[in-house]
């Protein structure tokens, strides 16, 4: 069994920066890649970045040039450094760990206030 556990939401005003961190534990044999979605009231989950094992990143384009996704592979730990964070950033964020199948995180709230 795989757990996912994401920190680091909060609230911050427009134009600020969060740090999010997503640790996976347990039954890990190999992680094909690592990423973010994100959920806003009302709205479709989307993806936000995505990183491979071998580092190779894919972005939103909303939130290129703003987010950046890291990971350390040795502590099965992805990172989302996100700045100029706008209203519209305002969602859970989620995590997706994928092995052999996808495992997620029960999500973080980030709050962007104008």
């Known amino acids: 069994q795989v757990h996912v556990v994401e920190s680091g939401g909060g609230l911050v005003q427009a134009g600020g920066s969060l740090r999010l961190s997503c640790a996976a534990s347990g039954s890990i044999f190999s992680i094909n890649y690592m990423g973010w979605y994100r959920q806003a009231p009302g709205r479709q989950r989307e993806l936000v970045a995505v990183i491979t094992s071998g580092g190779s990143t894919n972005y939103v384009d909303s939130v290129k040039g703003r987010f950046t996704i890291s990971r350390d592979n040795a502590k099965n730990t992805v990172y989302l450094q996100m700045n100029s964070l706008k209203p519209e950033d305002t969602a859970v964020y989620y995590c997706?760990?994928?092995?052999?199948?996808?495992?997620w995180g029960q999500g973080t709230q980030v709050i962007v206030s104008s």
């Open positions: 997706l760990v994928r092995t052999l199948v996808e495992h």
